[in-house]
């Protein structure tokens, strides 16, 4: 079992920036890779970056640039990092564990976190 807990959201004006974070506890062989996702109201749940256990980020092109992902395997957090906000960003962030394949895309997610609100306001 693995238990996800997320922190950093919050509001933020358009152009700033948050980070996200995912603490992990627990271990599964059903792994290899972290994942941020995020839901907009009315809009269906989409990937943002993912990063595989050793390191590997890919990252979709609709935030490619202004988002990062990272990993701190000593502390068993991933980060998300995110710049030059814009209103479109406001969603709940969901950090997710899973399967990803040799390209780092996410395959299956098995365990997901809470999720943590971010708003961007104008």
């Known amino acids: 079992q693995v238990q996800l807990v997320e922190s950093g959201g919050g509001l933020v004006q358009v152009g700033g920036s948050l980070r996200l974070s995912c603490a992990a506890s627990?271990?599964?062989?059903?792994?290899?890779?972290m994942a941020w996702y995020r839901q907009a109201p009315g809009k269906q749940r989409e990937l943002v970056a993912v990063i595989t256990n050793y390191g590997a980020p890919n990252i979709p092109g609709s935030v490619k640039g202004r988002f990062s992902i990272s990993l701190d395997n000593a502390k068993n957090t991933v980060y998300l990092r995110m710049t030059s906000l814009t209103p479109e960003d406001t969603a709940v962030y969901y950090c997710?564990?899973?399967?990803?394949?040799?390209?780092?895309?996410?395959?299956?997610?098995?365990?997901w976190g809470q999720g943590t609100q971010v708003t961007v306001s104008s």
């Open positions: 997710a564990a899973g399967w990803a394949d040799t390209l780092g895309f996410m395959t299956s997610v098995t365990y």
């Open positions: 627990g271990s599964s062989s059903s792994i290899n890779a």
